[in-house]
T-cell receptor, first 112, second 112 residues
Framework: DTAVSQTPKYLVTQMGNDKSIKCEQNLGHDTMYWYKQDSKKFLKIMFSYNNKELIINETVPNRFSPKSPDKAHLNLHINSLELGDSAVYFC???????????FGPGTRLTVL | GDSVTQMEGPVTLSEEAFLTINCTYT??????LFWYVQYPGEGLQLLLKATKADDKGSNKGFEATYRKETTSFHLEKGSVQVSDSAVYFC???????????FGTGTLLAVQP
């Protein structure tokens, strides 16, 4: 199926740990994004990559580091996890400059 | 900066009732406007869009008209079903930044 996929779907971990979330899209898009959705469902963009190049970097703690090995993949690595990092993280993709974005199913991160 | 304001939820309706979810925006220039839907436990899906003033987006019985004079993009459906229960997000793209800016989401609960 053509889609945006994320792994894992659920991630439960202790404070202070380091974890990664992976995202892959097979839609042939050039641009990929990470969004954070808090407990009140508010969605905010974190990062955007175009063809492996970082183009949007919102005010996000530098414990969060995105990595794009190729234009079909955008991973999110989080160091020294904190309680406030608990949220649902969504990956998305679009054509270059495309406003129509396709979202993955989300990764629910719980930090204990 | 650019922003989107949606009516607070939850909105609770009986099946076959008429739905309106209000959305207004503030933006520089001429953004594109979107409605996304998030079903429980899933990622966001594009429901409909409009790219210029007076355009009407429609899909699955839902409609919204881009009203520049009132800076609004209200979502309507003539007869809701239980399967429409979800969180609905209004969003804009363009304006001052090439980012998708979301409203806070409106939870719709349709009862049989």
């Amino acid at each position: 199926d053509t889609a945006v996929s994320q792994t894992p779907k659920y991630l439960v971990t202790q404070m202070g740990n380091d974890k990664s979330i992976k995202c892959e899209q097979n839609l042939g898009h050039d641009t990929m994004y990470w969004y954070k959705q808090d407990s009140k469902k508010f969605l905010k963009i974190m990062f955007s990559y175009n063809n492996k190049e970082l183009i949007i970097n919102e005010t996000v703690p530098n414990r969060f580091s995105p990595k794009s090995p190729d234009k079909a993949h955008l991973n999110l690595h989080i160091n020294s996890l904190e309680l406030g990092d608990s949220a649902v993280y969504f990956c998305a993709s679009s054509q270059v400059g495309g406003s129509e974005q396709f979202f993955g199913p989300g990764t629910r991160l719980t930090v204990l | 900066g650019d922003s989107v304001t949606q009516m607070e939820g939850p909105v609770t309706l009986s099946e076959e009732a008429f739905l309106t979810i209000n959305c207004t925006y503030t933006a520089t220039g001429y953004p594109s406007l979107f409605w996304y839907v998030q079903y429980p436990g899933e990622g966001l899906q594009l429901l409909l869009k409009a790219t210029k003033a007076d355009d009407k987006g429609s899909n699955k019985g839902f409609e919204a008209t881009y009203r520049k004079e009132t800076t609004s993009f209200h979502l309507e459906k003539g007869s809701v079903q239980v399967s429409d229960s979800a969180v609905y997000f209004c969003a804009l793209y363009g304006g001052a930044t090439n980012k998708l800016i979301f409203g806070t989401g409106t939870l719709l609960a349709v009862q049989p």
